[in-house]
Nanobody, 117 residues
């Protein structure tokens, strides 16, 4: 019943920007953590960024200073602003929402981000 839908992916040149969005539908419970991961086909899905209910953020080292995660609780939406994009950022990006103190976790279907040099 719960669905997470990502949007905002696309193709940009190195140094460009994109903003990803993730919206949860039919999710009544409060979202504790909102996070973004990325995965290249055939490779393990890697953590990118997370924002907790109290606004605490965490980023993987390689995106610090370039990516910003935010949330709109009323809209059940998370945003990932990606600036100064690099070819290494090319991946499929997935959002993950966690409800309750420890879960469960729900995943979106992914959105493609391609950065050319």
């Amino acid at each position: 019943q719960v669905q997470l839908v990502e949007s905002g992916g696309g193709s940009v040149q190195s140094g460009g920007s994109l903003r990803l969005s993730c919206t949860a539908y039919r999710m009544i419970a409060r979202v504790y953590d909102m996070a973004w991961y990325r995965q290249v086909h055939g490779i393990q899905r890697d953590f990118v960024a997370q924002i907790s209910m109290n606004g605490t953020t965490m980023y993987r080292e390689s995106v610090k200073g370039r990516f910003t995660i935010s949330r709109d609780n009323a809209k059940k939406t998370s945003y990932l602003q990606m600036n100064s994009l690099k070819p290494e950022d090319t991946s499929v990006y997935y959002c993950k929402f966690t409800v309750g103190p420890t879960g469960p976790a729900y995943w979106g279907g992914g959105t493609q981000v391609t950065v050319s040099s």
